[in-house]
């Protein structure tokens, strides 16, 4: 049966499918360390868990309004205040089945064949993608390290166009786990108010900073920016929710709020109803929580980026947030050993995996092919423990 172009033309996720493959061995009785996995290892919280089993109980089982059910919406805009001084109604705000299908839908009603998106880079692996399905073009700029890995401000000038449509703002970021300072942000905003661009700020990891670091809602950034900026937000990295699939967005502009509605009354209709009340109690009940599982974050942290700078030919910069190291391993391109030769972050992750079963996540489809993407949302114990193949495995290398 032939399939759609657009179908032939999109990418598989590189993190779903280094997952699959780490599951599947793991099935098999193979004993694997998978550090591709971009979600907690913590549980979801008690309070959360038992307002999902009270709505099963209460009945709450049946279809909500497809943009979220009223009290989500309200208790969505409670927290963007609360969280980032952000106000929003909730007719300003959609709920989703999580942030990348609110991401998904916001492309396609934002965007036109042709309309082109700038994506600071290295990037998410879905944002190419998602544009591309909604007949957009994606224009990666590479970013600045020392700038949370952001695009000059120079650099964005020069990659503008009469088709050019919005610019996406993620921080702390995927897969670097870098955050942006302040003036990198307000000197994009600007920009992007100059040329009239929508700013999509993706801000799923934004509790989890860490050291000095601070998170910047680019829609805080005045009135202007406020009004051309959608925030998207989620409830599956703060508090541990990846399977219950929230996410939401908050926007100035109803109409395409609305527009984005449409999309989903089309698609999925509304999250699921149970999920939508473990994802209010999220938002509404205790936040202890979230501050342990950061600091829980932090410290693994601290130990994966030591060990990593400890194994030759690797060189990895310290995260200022997210759950991710995303360390450079160019130093191993050309040496070899059992009979593989490591040309790429792709033939590197195949050797990891085949020699000492270490699942990590190669960075071509991040846009950094000389990279590999290791999530530390995994005890110290498995970092220490898969580290340590890892530097047995890259030793050998000759």
Known sequence: MKVSVRARNTLPSPTLGITARAKALAAQGVDVIDFGAGEPDFDTPA????????????????????????????AVCQSFLRDYGLQYRPEQVLVGVGAKHVLFNLMQAL????????????????????????????????????????????????????RTRAIILNSPGNPTGAVASRRRVKELVSLAIKHDLVIISDEIYAKLIYDDNEHVS???????????????????????????????????DTELI???????????SNPASISQKAALAALTGPQECVEEMRLAFEERRNRIVELLNAIPGIRCPMPGGAFYAF????????????????????????????????????GAGFGAPGNIRISYATSIPVIEAGLERMQDAICRLR
């Open 47 to 74: 309070h959360i868990r038992a307002a999902a089993i009270e709505a099963i109980e209460q009945g709450f089982t049946r279809y909500t309004p497809s943009a979220g059910a009223p009290a989500l919406r309200q």
């Open 111 to 162: 965007l036109d064949p042709g309309d082109e998106v700038i994506i600071p880079s290295p990037y998410w692996v879905s944002y190419p993608e998602q544009v591309k399905l909604a007949g957009g073009v994606p224009v990666a700029l590479c970013g600045e390290p020392e700038a949370g890995y952001m695009p000059s401000t120079d650099g964005v000038k020069a990659a503008l166009t009469p």
């Open 218 to 252: 680019p829609a805080g950034l005045g009135a202007e920016a406020y009004a051309r900026t959608v925030t998207v937000n989620g409830c599956s990295k703060t508090w541990a929710m990846t399977g219950w699939r929230i996410g939401y967005c908050g926007a100035a």
């Open 258 to 268: 609305s527009a984005m509605s449409r999309m989903q009354d089309q698609s999925t």
């Open 327 to 362: 360390p450079d391993v160019s130093g191993l391109i050309g040496l070899g050993a059992d009979n593989v030769t490591i040309d790429g972050a792709d033939s590197l992750a195949a050797y990891l995996l085949d020699a000492v079963q270490v699942a990590v996540v190669p």
